[in-house]
């Protein structure tokens, strides 16, 4: 997706107009009855556009791939909701089993599964395309990229619990930027989320910061209409 000559401004902008059109994608599913189920970095993909000159960059346009594991809110059986799985199933494997009769509470955690699961997706993607390890998402992130345990951005992020933790790494990806000891991807990547106005960090607060009770589908097109991706 990023090419290694691109110059830091040509990241942001295409990790904005990629995040504006997976989050649109991922809109429409809810509003249409279904959840995605799957996402992961891959699923976010290019679907038109090229990458290489700031006009071309403004005609990018993204969306969401790998719809194997769709589901359709609002029905019990499974038999209802074929060719696409119950929302409980869904609800299950994101760890809240037992709510095979209460659509709307699975349907709920179905929709911010998706919304944080795109937030990490998001999160692994301009990662990389800095060069930077999933380790800087750490609580005990020092610099040493290479350090520890290999893990995944969505150890650190997990259901209901992710406002705290994206504070948390925020304040900390902050703090070693200004205090002058920071490695120039942490530097990099605080300058993408925005030095003075905070726009991406609050952007992916919306996907990824998600209480036990809020409402999803509001909150996804809050994030839809977020001035960091208009």
């Known amino acids: 997706m990023f090419r290694r000559n691109f110059s830091l401004e040509q990241k942001a902008r295409i990790f904005r107009r990629v995040a504006q059109g997976a989050v649109q994608g991922l809109l429409q599913m809810h509003q249409n009855g279904l959840v995605h189920g799957g996402i992961d970095a891959s699923s976010v993909a290019i679907v038109a556009g090229d ?6 960059i403004a005609q990018l346009s993204s969306g969401l791939s790998n719809l194997g594991y769709t589901g359709r809110l609002g029905v019990e059986a499974e038999k209802d909701a074929i060719p696409f799985l119950t929302v409980s199933r869904l609800a299950g494997a994101a760890g809240k089993r037992g709510l095979d009769k209460d659509t709307v509470l699975a349907g709920s955690i179905s929709r911010k599964e998706d919304m944080r699961r795109l937030g990490v997706a998001l999160i692994e993607i301009l990662l990389v395309s800095l060069n930077m390890s999933v380790g800087f998402l750490s609580p005990n992130f ?7 345990p290999q893990r995944t951005v969505g150890d650190f992020i ?26 120039q ?46």
Not at 51 to 56: A, D, V
Not at 142 to 148: E, F, H, N, Q
Not at 159 to 182: H, I, P, T, V, Y
Request: aromatic share 8%; proline share 2%.
């Open 158 to 183: 997990p259901l209901d619990e992710g406002l705290g933790a994206w504070r948390s790494f925020r304040e900390q990806a902050k703090a070693m930027r200004n205090g002058g000891s920071g490695e």
């Open 142 to 148: 020092s610099g040493d990229a290479s350090s520890g």
């Open 185 to 230: 991807e942490i530097r990099e990547f605080c300058e993408v989320m925005g030095e003075e106005s905070d726009a991406g960090w609050e952007f992916l607060e919306l996907l990824v910061g998600m209480e036990s009770g809020a409402n999803p589908l509001l909150q996804l097109t809050r994030a839809s209409n977020h001035r960091f991706i208009a």
């Open 51 to 56: 990458i290489t000159s700031k006009q071309e």
